[in-house]
Structures are given as structure tokens and as C-alpha cells.
């Protein structure tokens, strides 16, 4: 098996990269670092933490399988393939934290082996549902007494920083950290500091004096080796210490709600009758039994209480889309709580992730990244349609590319819901009505089942694509 190429976002370590081969999840460990890896691996690390389901286990396994010649491997390793791949400028602010939290932990851990980790990229941390899992093995290498905290500067950019962003002024970080990818500097955040942000202890250190090191930095003109960072030593204890204290800092950070959430509380307050809602489960129930899916997509998720009914039909795994932080963060700790396979992400469906990064390819966009067997479109449409614009028709051709079956919801204009929407604006769209939805929609796909849930007239349909 030759000409195996890696993932297009595995091209910046030189101690290995990732490839896929049928289907498969393999990564290389090249000559340069098996001295590293050898030693990480002596000291039971690699188990230990794949023992607690805080590492990606693997096995190393011939490296005939990729058949690599330039550069040719020391190591093959194979890890298990996740369902899905999230970027941290899409999980919510709980699911930054635990994250951080893992990364720290891990950190820690190394430490007490005689290992560090040589950087601090939150792209190195995935979910399996809700619980995070740290995926990049040559990230672990032998520490070297008296060493600095080599990733601090890129740990905060890519997990303090967009924490204290929402921590501190409510501003969530989701659209600033897609625009940057490499997280949030820490610049930008001390220009956002008020005076009583100066009196927090953890602000100054890791804020404010760290920009002032930086600025620093950056004005000398002297070589690496007399660099200040290349001469300074840090006790193994004092590092310890600064990461058991980020530790306990970011444990206690919570999101400042400025303006509160629109959807966090919607299964509380919406207007579905305790029937309607029964109904409506029980066709998401039903639709699930019979699909199975593997991987369902929940477009529109809000806290997940359908996503947990699909899992409960039959679904393995299911991951959920919303824009609503307070919808985000009901979605993680009802997950949390309920120990659910499903991870819920932050995005707007007007406007999902695309690809982007180095050759347009590094981060793949949601498509490119993986095939749902099924999606869900539950109350979804008519946000799109009306709120945002969107022809009717286009809104149904996309959610029929994104699985090959599944349900959406058409919610009538004489909805109280739809009338809100349109309270505020003119009504131009004449074609919004149920026959029109359903016109178009049995162009493209056979349709298995609908029933009408609400009084207002709110239509389920199970589609499956031609």
C-alpha cells in the first residue's frame, strides 16, 4: 500500500504526522523522536492515562501498513477512530474548561514521571460524547530539570484567554478564536482589562505581566541563546505548583450571561403542550429504532432533549448544533449528567464551520469532516427561511446533502413562535406554507412518514433521500 498521504491538518510536527488508510487511524513516529517516545513509554505513562480514559490508547503495529519511505518511521501506532472532529473555537465555554482541565491533569501527571509535554494546542484534545480525550502522543517528551513552561504562552492563547474572554466581560469566544484558529492573544485581553481586574492575582500573572514579557521580548534584537526565557530555570516544584494553581483557577472560572440566552430554558418555556412534546418524542423515538444511526447530526439541538431521545431509540452517537450558549451549556451538562454520547457544538447553520487554516485545508469543514447517517431539523427551518433569508427551496436541497434520512420539522406562520419572528418585520414570503415545504421536499426525497404534533399545525417529516 503505497502513496498514503497525511491528514491535511497533521503537517507541523516533525516527529510524525496522521494518516487514514481505509478507514483506519494511524500515526508515525519518526527517527528523530523514538528517543523521546522510547522513554514516555518506559515509564508506563502512555498506559496509565489510556487506563483512565484520559489518553487515546494505541498500539504500535507494522509500518508496512502505510509504507513509508521518506521519511520511514521508527514507529506505526494505530489509534481507534473518533465519530467526529471539533475544534475548540466550536465547543461551548464548559467544554473549553474541561479541556483545559484535562490538559493540566495530564501535565501534571507527566511531570511526576520525569515527561513534560512540549506544547499546549487545544487541537490536541478531542471529545468522545462529553468527555475530553487527549489524542497527540508526540507531545510527550523527557523533561529536562530546570525547565521552563515552554507551552504557557500558547496555552493561554488557546484555553485561558478565550475563557476569561466569557469569564470576564460575557463576550463568548467561539467567533473570535474561528477567526484567529491559534486562540486568543493575550495582548488583545489585557486591552480589554478594567481597573479591578488588575487587583486579581491570577490576571497579573498570567495577563498582564506575560503581555509585558512579550512586548519585551519581542523589542530585543539578541540571538536565542542569551534570550531571557533560554537562560531562566524554573524548579520542578514551582512548575508543578503554576500548574496546579491554573488548575484551580480556571476549575472556579464561570461564564459571565450578559444578556442572558434566548434558547437555554426554550424546553421550559416553549409553546408545546406536555402532549405535543410526547408526540414529538415519540416520532424522533421511533424514526431512531429504525435507523440506528451510527451518527446523527441534531441541527438546531438546543438542550439536547431530543438528542437524547434519539439515543435512547438507537442512535451511537449524536452531535448537536446550536448558536445559543445557554442552550450549548444545558446541552453539555445534561450530557455530562446522563453520561450520553453526544457532544454539542457551537455553530450557526446559516453559517457552518468552513474549511480553512494553511492551504484552506488544515481545519476541514463540517462536511469534509465526517458523513452523518441521519440528521435531525427539528424546529430549524423557519429560522432560516424567514429569519435569515434563506429561499426555501435552498434551506431543503442543503438538508437533504447533509444524510441520507431524517426528520424535519415545518412550523406553520400561524405558530406563536414563526408570529414572533414575523412581528418585527414584513412578511415576504408568500411560499412559506406546509404544501410548498412539502412540494420541494418529495422532489428530492421519499417521504416515510409525517404527522402534525401541535395545534398550531407544526409538521414532523422522516424523509429518506433518492
Not at 240 to 260: D, F, R, T, V, Y
Not at 271 to 293: D, G, N, R
Request: glycine residues 8%; hydrophobic residues 40%.
Amino acid at each position: 500500500m503505497g502513496g498514503v498521504q497525511p491528514l491535511p491538518g497533521s503537517f507541523r510536527d516533525p516527529s510524525g504526522n496522521v494518516y487514514q488508510v481505509e478507514g483506519g487511524i494511524f500515526r508515525t513516529v519518526n527517527e528523530c523522536f523514538s528517543q523521546d517516545f522510547d522513554f514516555v513509554t518506559s515509564t508506563g505513562l502512555f498506559k496509565k492515562l489510556a487506563a483512565e480514559d484520559l489518553l487515546l490508547p494505541f498500539e504500535v503495529v507494522s509500518s508496512e501498513v502505510l509504507n513509508l519511505s521518506d521519511p520511514k518511521p521508527r514507529y506505526v501506532l494505530k489509534a481507534p477512530r473518533l465519530p467526529f472532529i471539533s475544534y475548540p473555537y466550536e465547543w461551548s465555554f464548559p467544554a473549553l474548561k474541561a479541556a483545559a482541565l484535562l490538559h493540566l491533569r495530564i501535565h501534571l501527571q507527566a511531570l511526576e514521571v520525569g515527561a513534560t509535554l512540549s506544547d499546549a494546542s487545544a487541537y490536541n484534545i478531542q471529545f468522545q460524547g462529553n468527555h475530553p480525550v487527549f489524542i497527540d502522543h508526540l507531545s510527550f517528551r523527557r523533561y529536562q530539570s530546570g525547565e521552563m513552561w515552554v507551552g504557557h504562552r500558547q496555552f493561554c492563547e488557546q484555553f485561558l484567554n478565550p475563557l476569561l474572554l466569557r469569564a470576564l466581560f460575557g463576550i463568548s469566544h467561539n467567533a473570535w478564536f474561528r477567526g484567529t484558529q491559534e486562540g486568543i492573544g493575550t495582548g488583545e485581553i489585557r486591552r480589554l482589562l478594567k481597573g479591578r481586574h488588575y487587583w486579581k492575582w491570577n490576571v497579573l500573572t498570567h495577563v498582564v505581566l506575560q503581555d509585558l514579557f512579550q512586548k519585551t521580548s519581542t523589542k530585543r534584537t539578541k540571538s536565542l541563546q542569551d534570550h531571557s526565557l533560554a537562560k531562566a530555570s524554573l524548579p520542578l516544584s514551582s512548575f508543578k505548583a503554576m500548574l496546579g494553581k491554573m488548575s484551580h483557577w480556571i476549575s472556579q472560572l464561570k461564564p459571565l450571561n450578559k444578556g442572558g440566552s434566548t434558547w437555554g430554558d426554550y424546553d421550559k418555556t416553549c409553546s408545546y403542550s406536555s402532549m405535543e412534546t410526547k408526540s414529538k418524542k415519540q416520532f424522533i423515538l421511533e424514526f431512531a429504532q429504525k435507523v440506528q444511526p451510527s451518527l446523527l447530526w441534531d441541527f438546531g439541538c438546543n438542550t439536547g432533549e431530543y438528542s437524547e431521545t434519539a439515543l435512547n431509540g438507537g442512535a451511537r452517537n449524536v452531535i448537536g448544533f446550536d448558536f445559543d450558549q445557554g442552550a450549548l451549556e444545558g446541552s453539555y451538562y445534561r450530557a455530562v449528567e446522563r453520561r450520553l454520547s453526544f457532544q454539542a457544538l457551537f455553530m450557526d447553520a446559516a453559517n457552518p464551520s468552513p474549511s480553512q487554516g494553511w492551504n484552506g485545508r488544515e481545519r476541514e469543514g463540517l462536511q469534509s469532516r465526517a458523513s452523518a447517517d441521519a440528521v435531525l431539523a427539528l424546529a430549524l427551518v423557519h429560522h432560516l427561511a424567514i429569519a435569515r433569508n434563506i429561499p426555501l427551496v435552498q434551506v431543503i436541497k442543503w438538508l437533504i446533502t447533509l444524510a441520507p434520512q431524517g426528520v424535519i420539522e415545518f412550523v406553520p406562520k400561524n405558530d406563536p413562535m414563526v408570529q414572533e419572528l414575523l412581528s418585527l418585520r414584513q412578511d415576504i414570503f408568500p411560499d412559506y406554507t406546509a404544501e410548498h415545504f412539502m412540494a420541494l421536499l418529495t422532489k428530492k426525497a421519499v417521504i416515510i412518514k409525517s404527522e402534525t404534533v401541535s395545534k398550531s399545525g407544526r409538521l414532523l417529516v422522516w424523509f429518506k433521500r433518492m
